[in-house]
């Protein structure tokens, strides 16, 4: 868990201050700071306080990296941030949501635009010099981070639902990050501070990925789009480390802008800037090969998602790194996957991909449990839930947490005329499902398929899940069947399920079933 602040400490962090600044009436082309181990807590770079050196910073395109004083110089982009990667072992001053305060947004000019959300105000003065205090986080080699997909929530209720129904979960969970995913409101953008105030409830830092429903819809185009998101959170792209991992947030989503003709919004396709990809492949040029890179985005990152641009630069920048693993929202459905040297990989690559779902499931659809809460089935028949990463040293795993369930509730088994079904939500289609019937030492192997979860499927026809969203049910790569054997007597049997994946680790489930005279 995080270790290095006292509860009294986090009290007067609303009062501390995050950059010190001496002021300047011109407008600056570049700009100096410095990056310094802040020993006594007071946000002040004291004459005995030193820099760090070697700390990455960046205006969102360059990097600069910190001399042995910690100081650096960088120039300076209208409506950019300029920001510093978190290093390993190191924590930035966290404000009274536990958000760590690593940026400065350089945005003197007022936006025109009619974005009906808040936005930022410019400044009025340029700083001369920013500060960025930073204290020792040591023992991040093994650590843990939440991996939150998709809250959706747009007004009271909503928020109620995640208050009530999804921070309980993961509070639970012993973690020293969280990661959203994106899509932290439903287009009512009003949600987003209100979202910061109840996920502060966990006491962890916190970092968020920019969706297609946190956009500002009245932006005339991609440039201010983000704005009011940047607003509440900070940068919507930027690197941080923790232990020897290298996490990378990314905004994968680009807006063509309002639709003027119709006065609806426009819409948007998946895929990085060219000015993203730029700062992407600097930042990777200071990164060593050794470390796990791991992606987080809303769309995600593969070319069924993205454009084939934005693909082709993001396997140039990860040129040289071997491990990497890329996590995302979006989908509604849980999916883990890999990368093939036929989408551009080499072979020694090892680039895992995971669709995350999402903690609203369908859309806050489907029936109620007793707490008023809606069971949501996310679209593939899986759980609404959440994922944590666990960090050991040089390699990772993740673990799925299905919200009202245990968390060694990981399949669905269904017996359905003569055939056996698995819905394995976290499986690989070239991972292994097999079972025993009652006390039968033979081994049943089933086959990976692609198709859609019966009971999903049942419920949407019986109109249990009735949400808008939800007009069709997502088919998944994650089920598995086999045929029964023709011979079972007339009674109950039961099946015991075994699931392997890549990794060697095993799942178990359970079915027992009955056969008619």
């Known amino acids: 868990m995080y270790k290095f602040f006292n509860q009294n400490f986090y009290k007067l962090l609303y009062c501390s201050i995050l950059i010190i600044f001496s002021f300047s009436v011109t407008k600056a082309q570049r700009i100096e700071g410095f990056v310094f181990i802040d020993s006594n807590n007071n946000s002040l770079m004291d004459p005995d306080e030193k820099g760090l050196k070697g700390v990455l910073v960046s ?45 400065f947004y350089y945005h003197t000019k007022r936006i025109k635009e009619p974005l009906k959300y808040p936005v930022s105000d410019p400044i009025n003065e340029i700083p001369e010099v920013l500060y960025f205090p930073i204290v020792q986080n040591k023992g991040e080699e093994e650590h843990a981070s939440l991996l939150i997909g998709d809250p959706q929530m747009k007004g009271e209720k909503r928020l109620g639902y995640y208050k009530n129904g999804i921070m309980p979960f993961l ?95 426009g819409t948007y396709h998946g895929g990085l800037t060219n000015q993203q990809i730029k700062w992407l492949e600097n930042d990777l040029m200071f990164v060593s090969a050794e470390k796990i890179i791991v992606l987080l985005s809303h769309i995600p990152l593969s070319d069924s998602f993205i454009t084939t641009k ?16 890329a996590v995302s929202g979006h989908l509604h459905n849980v999916i883990a996957y890999d990368f093939s040297e036929e989408q551009g990989f080499g072979n020694d690559v090892e680039y895992e991909g995971l669709v995350a779902g999402a903690v609203c499931g369908s859309w806050w659809s489907g029936p109620l449990d007793e707490n008023e809460i809606p069971f949501s089935t996310c679209t593939d028949g899986s759980p609404k839930g959440f994922f944590q990463m666990n960090v050991m040293k040089d390699n990772y795993n993740y673990i799925f947490h ?8 990981q399949m669905r088994t269904y017996v359905l005329n003569d055939e056996v079904w698995v819905n394995w939500f976290v499986g690989k289609q070239k991972d292994s499902v097999w ?60 099946l015991n399920v075994f699931a392997k994946d890549s990794k060697g680790k095993i799942f178990k489930g359970f079915k027992v079933f009955y056969i008619k005279d």
């Open 59 to 103: 205006n969102q395109k360059d990097v600069v990296i910190t001399d042995q004083n910690g100081y650096f110089q960088i120039k300076t982009i209208e409506g950019n941030f300029i920001f510093v990667t978190k290093p390993k072992d190191y924590q930035f001053k966290l404000d009274e949501y536990y958000n760590p305060q690593f940026y």
């Open 171 to 265: 509070a639970l969970r012993d973690a020293d990050f969280y990661i959203t995913l994106g899509d932290i409101a439903h287009n009512k953008l009003d949600v987003l501070k209100e979202e910061k105030k109840i996920t502060a409830g966990l006491g962890i830092p916190g970092y968020r990925v920019m969706g297609n429903h946190d956009m500002n819809f009245r932006a005339l185009d991609n440039k201010y789009a983000n704005e009011t998101f940047k607003k509440v959170y900070g940068p919507e792209y930027y690197s941080f480390d923790y232990g020897n991992v290298h996490y990378i947030i990314l905004n994968s989503i680009i807006y063509k802008g309002w639709w003027r003709e119709m006065n609806v919004p």
């Open 310 to 325: 934005s693909m082709l630069g993001l396997i140039g920048a990860l040129k040289n790194h071997k491990k990497i693993f």
């Open 402 to 409: 299905p919200i009202n369930y245990s968390s060694d509730y």
């Open 435 to 494: 079972v025993y019937i009652d006390n039968n030492s033979q081994k049943i192997t089933l086959n990976n398929f692609i198709g859609k979860d019966p009971f999903m499927v049942s419920a949407l026809k019986e109109r249990i899940y009735n949400d808008k969203h939800l007009t069709d049910i997502s088919k998944t790569s994650h089920l598995w069947k086999a045929k029964l054997p023709i011979d079972l007597e007339p009674g109950y049997h039961s």
